[in-house]
C-alpha cells in the first residue's frame, strides 16, 4: 500500500430538508469511505448553522469537518462522491500544510528540551 503520509481536510455543509437523521446518516456514510480508503483522524460536527446567503433556497445548513491522511488520488474521488450527493450544499477539500509557525517553534522546543 502507498503512503499514506498526505494530510487534507474536508468541510462539507449538509443540506436540512430531509431532516437531521437524514444528515446523521450521510455523516456516518462518508465516514465509512474515509475509513475505507484513508486513515480517519477526526470528525468534527459544528453541527446546525445559518448559511451566509441562501443556497437552494436553503437558509441553514449543517456543517461536518472531515479529517483524514491518504494518498493523493483519494481526495479527488471523496470529492467527486460528494459532489453527486444530492443532499451536498457545499463542499471543500484542502490538502493541509505545514506553516512556517509549526516548523519555527519546533527547533525551538527541540532546544529547549536539551
Same mark, same amino acid.
Request: no cysteine; aromatic share 10%.
Given at each position: 500500500?502507498?503512503?499514506?503520509?498526505?494530510?487534507?481536510?474536508?468541510?462539507?455543509?449538509?443540506?436540512?430538508? %430531509?431532516?437531521?437523521?437524514?444528515?446523521? %446518516?450521510? /455523516?456516518?456514510?462518508?465516514?465509512?469511505?474515509?475509513?475505507? %480508503?484513508?486513515?480517519?483522524?477526526?470528525?468534527?460536527?459544528?453541527?446546525?448553522?445559518?448559511?451566509?446567503?441562501?443556497? %437552494?433556497?436553503?437558509?441553514?445548513?449543517?456543517?461536518?469537518?472531515?479529517?483524514?491522511?491518504?494518498?493523493?488520488d483519494f481526495?479527488?474521488?471523496?470529492?467527486? /462522491?460528494?459532489?453527486?450527493?444530492?443532499?451536498?450544499?457545499?463542499?471543500?477539500?484542502?490538502?493541509?500544510?505545514?506553516?512556517?509557525?509549526?516548523?519555527e517553534t519546533?527547533?525551538?522546543?527541540?532546544?529547549?528540551?536539551?
Amino acid at each position: 500500500m502507498a503512503k499514506l503520509g498526505e494530510k487534507y481536510e474536508a468541510v462539507v455543509v449538509f443540506s436540512l430538508k %430531509n431532516g437531521e437523521e437524514q444528515v446523521q %446518516n450521510l /455523516v456516518a456514510k462518508f465516514s465509512d469511505l474515509i475509513k475505507e %480508503n484513508a486513515e480517519l483522524v477526526n470528525v468534527d460536527e459544528w453541527g446546525k448553522r445559518k448559511l451566509a446567503y441562501p443556497i %437552494n433556497y436553503e437558509a441553514d445548513g449543517y456543517y461536518v469537518v472531515y479529517n483524514f491522511d491518504s494518498k493523493p488520488d483519494f481526495p479527488v474521488e471523496f470529492e467527486r /462522491v460528494i459532489n453527486i450527493t444530492d443532499d451536498a450544499v457545499r463542499t471543500m477539500v484542502v490538502k493541509v500544510e505545514k506553516t512556517a509557525a509549526v516548523e519555527e517553534t519546533a527547533p525551538a522546543a527541540e532546544e529547549a528540551a536539551e
